[in-house]
């Protein structure tokens, strides 16, 4: 603990931000991040010509911008919205017409933007130890120095690890967040049917705290009207993720898992814009494949090495690292952990069966909560399903320095490679921040291994 | 560690804390009883003392390496379990019957995989531990109390009453009471036991037969009485954390002239400062209320952290402490977040904190002297008006 870090927020408790104040400042940084976003837009339409896939990305960065405006919209004047997470059953604040915006958003969307570096040392300089992820203590760190729009309810995570649920507990501790009312579902540790029923009953207390505090609610039929509209996307991605199978595969880490995960689950679940989104991925997807187009379309180029990278992208610093493995060693991303899990249909026969079926896909199926909230048998299940559906040839388990629940899974995971017969590569880094290991040491790392195994 | 106690129970407390499995468990097993091992103090633990059986908390004293379980782990995981899963493989943990874990932090979690995996213990269970500290909670962890009741009666063929319950229950109050009373000695300017003594008497009672330490506490307790005070420290600390059962750690503070007067640590105060209430007509909902509200919690139960707070400032009151040194094993994210709250919170309250990162083998003690000498320093002569801060 440095005597800055508690200077710098002692010094900020002295002259205590007013809520305009603070509501100016958080803005303001919202305002930094959406014109960031704005930036990669006006970038990627230059690239529309290379390829229809640049044109989803437009697409995507349309959906989050907007999703942007309607938050900073809320903040000036006055509206209701919520700051909460992927797996808290987004349709219903979607049925309920109540805007909101992800806690972790600037880790698990903005990891590229050239102010992640300087928050991730300030994170630190206010006095979080530098072993706890990096994507909760850039939250803590917004949350602690008056940066992230003050919602009107907050949803709070308490898995899949030990790092969210702290997170939350700022977000409580915290002076000008301490009024926020906030509701987090109790995440079972269990799978069963018990536990996905306890996990209906918290999302119910969770829909009823909205409507207590912003008086927004939902009527049956809009809920299954976005449950049915958020069945079609996931259809669709089941489709995709089909297309996925096929040698070459029809595309690598630039598109897929990833995006397929923020449209679906964190801007706009269950909204005919998701569903269209979905269409063009598997029309471009199809194309590609009748072709026998791979990852890289060019003629000198062929996908020798599939893998299935079972965590978040290294959005922080992906372009310095997985083009280089499609040119150095034809490794093509197949699969990750983002983009492959069973998608339960909602059940949109009545109002229970629709909790129900919320709370399976919540709990059971939303990546990285399925595999790390309950027993390493969920890692090793995801493993060999996609490994067999994928033919891949190869597991990389990043080992990202906040996943102590996958690191104390290493044993098993390698195990269950061994039983498949497929290589399995532990790195040891940190998604979001690349000095924590070097991309020219992941590099070497990756490259020894892949010549170790015989596969360059 | 010197100690001016002259007691036999005392002694049998420092060595059932010095080693795993002690005499008073080899007593036990020669008997023909059992034992199980558990994990993390939310284990309800009088279900075992109801069926019969011994309960011992996990831990991994006497490690020296993991060289076998870093085929499980990364060096990005909490030494504790590394070290425990470790003695495990080494077959020290042969003793053991059964093995309950909870879903209590990342990385003890995967004791439970990694243990189911490669290791033939009779009866292996993981409980499923809530987050929040309501209603829906309770009743769910009374639900999970339940559940464990009817496999440990199927897997040991033994039947648990109520009546047995009850009598555990009252068993594990009494235990509980002994030991705040243990603890209020220290409340005195010069205690008759130190932080190291005090550790060892709480240590030896996650390891020994609850009915048989009951009976070693009266023994000690009574030991206690001629015993003279400690004086010659310059101040008096408390500890905030979490897993920590080794008394060198508390030894080296100690030594810098820092008396460690109580505690909110999971080898300490949270185990016994609250009963489990007497007066509900099923003991399982006695349990559920205790072990997830009634109880002083630790920060993976969220919700609670200003009850927390509330905990450490009535402890820090009550035994007029100085400052407080919160503990962390490395890589531990909720006692690193809880610490940073912990020094906030405390720093508005005037009282000094003093944050130490530690392994669970304790290494670099020069270092930890220079620092909690430092720390000392600054405490020296301050003084706090409780009066005016709680
Ligand atoms: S440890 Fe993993 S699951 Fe937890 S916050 Fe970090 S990235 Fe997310
Ligand atoms: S100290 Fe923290 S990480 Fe280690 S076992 Fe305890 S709760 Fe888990």
């Given at each position: ?456 | ?305 200003e009850r927390r707070m509330d905990f450490t400032l009535e402890m820090a009151k009550e035994f007029k402490v100085d400052g407080v040194i919160g503990e962390r094993l490395l890589f531990c994210d909720q006692w690193s977040v809880e ?52």
């Open positions: 603990m440095t005597t800055e870090a508690n200077t710098a927020v002692e010094e900020q408790e002295a002259k205590p931000l007013t809520t305009e104040e603070a509501k100016e400042r958080a803005l303001a940084r919202y305002k930094v991040e959406r014109d960031y976003f704005t930036e990669n837009r006006e970038a990627a339409k230059l690239m529309v010509e290379i390829g229809p896939e640049w044109q989803l990305q437009v697409q995507l960065l349309d959906i989050m911008l907007d999703a942007k405006e309607v938050i900073i919209d809320c903040v000036e004047n006055d509206k209701p919205f919520i700051a909460g997470y992927f797996c808290n059953a987004p349709e219903l604040f979607h049925a309920m017409d109540l805007p909101w915006y992800m806690i972790m958003e600037t880790p698990f969307l903005a990891a590229s933007a050239p102010y992640l570096e300087g928050d991730t040392d300030a994170s630190v300089e206010i006095g979080m130890s530098q072993d706890l992820c990096t994507a909760i203590r850039l939250p803590i760190y917004y949350i602690e120095t008056g940066q992230m729009p003050l919602p009107t309810v907050a949803i709070g995570l308490l898995t899949p690890c030990d790092g969210t649920p702290m997170l939350e507990q700022v977000i409580q501790h915290n002076s000008a967040w301490k009024d926020v009312p906030i509701y987090s579902c109790d995440p079972p540790y269990t799978s069963d049917e018990r536990a996905v029923n306890y996990y209906a009953e918290e999302l119910h207390r969770m829909a009823d705290h909205i409507t207590e505090h912003t008086k927004h609610t939902y009527s049956v039929d809009r809920l299954r009207e976005v449950c049915e509209e958020s069945n079609k996307t996931y259809s669709l991605w089941q489709e995709y993720n089909e297309l996925r199978r096929n040698v070459p595969c029809p595309h690598g880490w630039e598109i897929g898992g990833a995006q397929a995960f923020a449209i679906s689950q964190c801007f706009v679940a269950g909204d005919p814009r998701c569903t269209a989104w979905f269409e063009k991925l598997l029309e471009v997807g199809e194309e590609r494949v009748a072709k026998g187009i791979g990852a890289i379309d060019r003629p000198d180029w062929e996908e020798k090495i599939r893998i299935f990278w079972f965590d978040i992208m290294p959005y922080g610093w992906v372009f310095e690292f997985m083009p280089w493995m499609e040119e150095e060693f034809g490794a093509v991303v197949v699969m990750d952990m983002f983009g492959n899990f069973p998608y339960t249909m909602i059940d949109t026969t009545s109002e229970e069966t629709m909790y129900h079926s919320l709370a399976k896909r919540n709990l059971l199926d939303a990546p990285m909560i399925r595999q790390a909230r309950g027993t390493a048998e969920n890692f090793a299940g995801d493993i060999r399903r996609i490994v067999e559906d994928y033919k891949i040839d190869v597991v990389v388990w990043p080992g990202h320095m906040g996943h102590k629940d996958g690191a104390a899974t290493v044993g098993i995971m390698r195990d269950t490679c061994r039983d498949l017969g497929v290589p399995f590569l532990h790195v040891g880094l940190d998604l979001y921040d690349k000095r924590y290991t070097s991309v020219e040491e992941v590099k070497e790392q990756t490259a020894d291994f892949f010549r170790g195994m015989g596969l360059a | 560690m010197e100690t001016n106690i002259e007691s036999e129970a005392y002694q049998t407390f420092v060595e059932a804390t010095q080693t795993l499995n002690n005499t008073e468990l080899k007593n036990w097993k020669r008997d023909g009883g059992k034992v199980v091992g558990y994990f993390c103090s939310t284990v309800p633990e009088e279900v075992f003392t109801a069926a019969g059986l011994a309960p011992f908390r996990m831990r991994a004293t006497g490690s020296t390496n993991t060289e076998l379980s870093d085929a499980c782990f990364s060096n990005i995981n909490c030494s504790f379990p590394r070290h425990a899963m470790n003695l495990a493989l080494e077959g020290e943990f042969d003793f053991l019957d059964g093995m309950v874990c909870l879903n209590s932090c990342d990385h003890v979690r995967r004791i439970y995989d990694n243990w189911i995996r490669n290791l033939d213990t009779h009866f292996v269970k993981v409980m499923s531990l809530p987050r929040k500290v309501e209603q829906p909670q309770i009743e769910w962890y009374d639900d999970e109390i339940k559940i464990l009741i009817k496999d440990v009666e199927e897997s040991f063929d033994v039947e648990i009453t109520q009546e047995k319950l009850n009598d555990a229950i009252k068993l594990h109050n009494e235990v509980r009471e002994l030991q705040k009373e243990v603890f209020r000695l220290r409340t005195v300017e010069n205690p008759p036991l130190n932080g190291v003594e005090a550790l060892n008497v709480i240590v030896a009672g996650t390891a020994i037969p609850k009915a048989r330490y009951k009976v070693l506490l009266e023994q000690f307790l009574k030991d206690m009485e001629g015993v003279k005070g400690k004086g010659g420290h310059r101040v008096r600390v408390m500890i905030v954390g979490g897993e920590l059962d080794d008394p060198e750690f508390i030894n080296v503070i100690e030594n810098e002239g820092a008396l460690v007067v109580t505690d909110s640590t999971c080898f300490g105060t949270r185990l016994f400062w609250r009963p489990v209430s007497e007066s509900y007509d099923d003991p399982v909902t006695a349990l559920a209320n205790y072990y997830i509200f009634d109880r002083p919690s630790c920060p993976r139960m969220t919700g609670d952290q610490h940073y709250m912990n020094n906030n919170d405390l720093k508005k309250a005037g009282i000094p904190f003093l944050q130490i990162d530690r392994e669970y083998i304790l290494s670099g003690k020069g270092q930890l002297s220079t620092r909690v000498q430092a720390f000392i320093e600054t405490l020296e002569g301050k003084g706090i008006k409780y009066e005016e801060v709680v």
